[in-house]
């Protein structure tokens, strides 16, 4: 398997934008997981799914933020109208909870969206 | 889901043994202890998970008290390469509520 596959690596965009980051999770996983991360505020559990239905949306800052799962491998993260305090790394992570093997199933991270808004 | 503490930066020299503590005073029966590594402009990385006593891997060996009040990351002689940020995280992932929440974690710096 490829591994968690986020898309776009890097996006610059202007203040005011839709922004729309992608993540495909790892084939088999049933929960995702995004994240931001910053200097100021570390890693930051924005929203986690589980069968592709949200759980815990808790962590999303406003409502400018949106995410979906429309299936189990697909889910999109979108920022609209974005704003220079969104700029961040924000991260994907998928995993298989309540697999045969129990405890805390290991999560698998994708390689980041690296996110500037100007 | 349980609060961990663990000290915010360590500093080592190559080759030598680094142990990181964390605390979760308030872990419950069914948490598991987990730790990830996080290299700079890359996702964190799972390392270790223990529930109890003692588990070793190829990369590390975690240490669990009795008590499970506190859980201890060993790296046995690291290199330039194990300069990262440690993270332990405490859950229970058997249910469809599980999360991965992450602390400050650990900076660890290794030095030639």
């Known amino acids: 398997d490829a591994g968690v596959i986020q898309s776009p690596r890097h996006e610059v965009t202007e203040m005011g934008q839709e922004v729309t980051l992608r993540c495909k999770p790892i084939?088999?996983?049933?929960?995702l997981f995004w994240y931001r991360q910053t200097m100021m505020r570390g890693l930051e559990l924005l929203i986690y799914?589980?069968?592709?239905?949200?759980?815990?949306d808790s962590g999303m800052p406003e409502d400018r933020f949106s995410a979906k799962m429309p299936n189990a491998s697909f889910s999109t993260l979108k920022i609209q109208p974005s704003e220079p305090r969104d700029s961040a790394v924000y991260f994907c992570?998928?995993?298989?909870?309540?697999?045969?093997?129990?405890?805390?199933?290991?999560?698998?991270f994708g390689q980041g969206t690296r996110l500037t808004v100007v | 889901l349980a609060k961990t503490t663990q000290p915010i930066s360590m500093d080592s020299y190559e080759g030598q043994e680094v142990n990181i503590t964390c605390s979760h005073n308030?872990?419950?029966?069914?948490?598991?202890i987990t730790w990830y590594q996080q290299f700079p402009s890359q996702g964190p990385r799972f390392i270790i998970q223990?529930?109890?006593t003692k588990v070793t891997n190829e990369v590390a060996s975690l240490f669990i008290p009795a008590d499970r009040k506190s859980s201890t990351l060993s790296l046995p002689r690291v290199s330039l390469s194990d300069t990262a940020v440690y993270y332990c995280?405490?859950?229970?992932?058997?249910?469809?509520?599980?999360?991965?929440?992450f602390g400050s974690g650990t900076r660890l710096l290794v030095r030639p």
């Open positions: 084939s088999g996983h049933n929960s």
């Open positions: 223990g529930y109890k």
């Open positions: 308030n872990i419950a029966t069914n948490d598991y």
């Open positions: 799914f589980n069968n592709n239905v949200p759980i815990d």
């Open positions: 992570a998928s995993s298989l909870v309540g697999g045969l093997r129990g405890g805390n199933t290991e999560a698998f």
């Open positions: 995280l405490v859950g229970a992932g058997v249910d469809s509520s599980y999360k991965l929440i």
